[in-house]
């Protein structure tokens, strides 16, 4: 069955997301079925870590804030996990589904692929994230250990 995305309800959690006067730093976008929907979201970057687990996939928009005192700036990433135990034909549709996530959260201008683990591509996206005028796509598989909690 093909994958639908509920493009509303997406949009929605992304908002809140991308609106610097909420508490809401990241959103996950999961599968229901064959539809995917909006997740779990919250204002601590710890709790969006633990989502990450070796059994899903998941697509996750996240909100860092860059620069120093004078100067404080919002970038977002989009994130694209794959659990070291999801299935071959899983991984695969996760790539295609990517286009489905991508009509809601729309402007892309650096993307990253790494198979390091979440950690090791979160400090190389958070270096890009210094530098790009925009969104930052991750794309992680968890092929190491368990994702890491990144020290910044």
């Given at each position: 069955?093909?994958?639908?995305?509920?493009?509303?309800?997406?949009?929605?959690?992304?908002?809140l997301v991308r609106d610097d006067s909420s508490a809401v730093i990241w959103v996950t976008f999961k599968y229901?079925?064959?539809?995917?929907?909006?997740?779990?979201?919250?204002?601590?970057?710890?709790?969006?870590?633990?989502?990450?687990?070796?059994?899903?996939?998941?697509?996750?928009?996240?909100?860092?804030?860059?620069?120093?005192?004078?100067?404080?700036?919002?970038?977002?990433?989009?994130?694209?996990?794959?659990?070291?135990?999801?299935?071959?034909?899983?991984?695969?549709?996760?790539?295609?589904?990517?286009?489905?996530?991508?009509?809601?959260?729309?402007?892309?201008?650096?993307?990253?692929?790494?198979?390091?683990?979440?950690?090791?591509?979160?400090?190389?996206?958070?270096?890009?994230?210094?530098?790009?005028?925009?969104?930052?796509?991750?794309n992680v598989s968890g092929y190491v250990s368990g994702p890491p909690v990144p020290d910044w």
């Open positions: 069955m093909a994958t639908k995305i509920d493009k509303e309800a997406c949009r929605t959690a992304y908002n229901d079925g064959s539809t995917i929907v909006p997740g779990e979201q919250g204002a601590e970057y710890q709790d969006f870590i633990q989502q990450c687990t070796d059994d899903v996939r998941l697509f996750a928009f996240v909100r860092f804030t860059t620069g120093d005192a004078m100067s404080k700036r919002s970038k977002f990433a989009l994130i694209t996990w794959i659990g070291e135990n999801v299935s071959g034909l899983q991984r695969a549709k996760t790539g295609t589904d990517k286009t489905l996530v991508k009509e809601v959260v729309q402007v892309t201008l650096l993307v990253f692929f790494e198979g390091l683990g979440l950690g090791a591509t979160i400090q190389q996206g958070r270096d890009g994230l210094r530098w790009a005028p925009g969104l930052v796509t991750l």
